[in-house]
């Protein structure tokens, strides 16, 4: 193995690359999810998606096991891997595809999902401050609507101070004491989406779930159930028929890729979220000069940006 490896790289934590030889390592006696785990680089790991290219059965469309890779009428090879490191609990969702195109041409694609959950010590941080930004948001809300109220009535006491106003002087007294201002429509579209998300955010992030294993109880999160289930599959069970097994490992696979697709989606979002709030930040530091050019420029080309997205 040794040899295999180091003709294409050098096995060490420098390059990033592992070798494996499963004859040497011997499993420890603690099991994950009933499953043997083999220590490797100060941590533990499931070992099988380095053998990816040795297994010698595959599965072809016909759901017919055999010994042979390839004949003439192979026009597509998937690989799929998912391997869980429990000590990082951290996993990932390894795709490659090979496709034949005709005479002398294949290509490769890879996909590769990766996931790591929080440690129990970081949860109860996470939660403190998931749901003070959840507080702060609609705290903000209400000031922002006091503040408007507050306009309201300064402008309808200057209105009764002044008794008689003329049309010119109504116009200007509207113009000095808004009620609302376009900014006090950002803030509260921005607090209502920050006040969502935080409730998507906790409904990404449950709290973890207690199942009995070897009359234990072990507490797991979101994604090391679903990668448990996809180890409970029992492949060696002969009352299922293969296609049977293959179409539940799918399945399976395909429930965790999309929840690996909704926290991207999610993440993506909070990267927006983040983005508008920076202007915001810009919008409250106005009132320095040079920030107020920036402002400025912002506001000028607002309108611009919102159809060159459009």
């Not at 959950?117 to 930004?133: A, E, P």
Request: glycine share 2%; proline share 3%.
């Amino acid at each position: 193995v040794d040899g295999r490896c180091s003709s294409t790289y050098t096995c060490d934590r420098e390059t990033g690359f592992v070798c494996i030889d499963r004859t040497q390592n011997v499993p420890k006696t603690e099991t994950h999810f009933d499953t043997e785990t083999l220590e490797v680089d100060d941590g533990v790991w499931y070992p099988e998606f380095l053998d990816m290219f040795t297994v010698p059965v595959v599965y072809r469309s016909s759901m017919v096991s055999t010994t042979d890779w390839l004949d003439l009428q192979t026009s597509k090879v998937m690989i799929i891997n998912i391997f869980f490191s429990p000590a990082l609990k951290s996993g990932t969702v390894l795709k490659i595809e090979f496709s034949y195109l005709g005479p002398g041409r294949i290509v490769a694609e890879t996909q590769m999902q990766s996931f790591i959950q929080m440690q129990s010590d970081d949860r109860s941080i996470w939660y403190i401050i998931n749901w003070t930004v959840f507080a702060l948001a609609i705290l903000d809300i209400v000031f922002v609507f006091l503040g408007i109220l507050h306009q309201r009535y300064k402008r309808s006491k200057t209105f009764k101070e002044l008794k008689k106003v003329t049309e010119e002087q109504a116009a200007i007294i509207k113009r000095h004491i808004p009620v609302w201002s376009l900014v006090d429509v950002f803030d509260i579209c921005l607090r209502s989406i920050n006040f969502l998300f935080c409730v998507w955010h906790n409904a990404s992030y449950p709290e973890p779930s207690n199942i009995v294993i070897d009359d234990n109880t072990v507490s797991i999160d979101n994604y090391e159930s679903s990668v448990k289930d996809i180890l409970d599959l029992d492949w060696g069970n002969a009352d299922k028929s293969t296609e049977s097994k293959v179409t539940e490992f799918m399945t399976k696979v395909v429930t965790l890729n999309d929840a690996l697709s909704a926290e991207e989606r999610h993440r993506t979002f909070a990267k927006l979220l983040v983005l508008l709030f920076f202007i915001r930040i810009v919008i409250y530091m106005r009132v320095h000069p040079k920030i107020a050019v920036l402002y400025a420029t912002i506001v000028e080309m607002s309108m611009d940006f919102v159809h060159f997205c459009v």
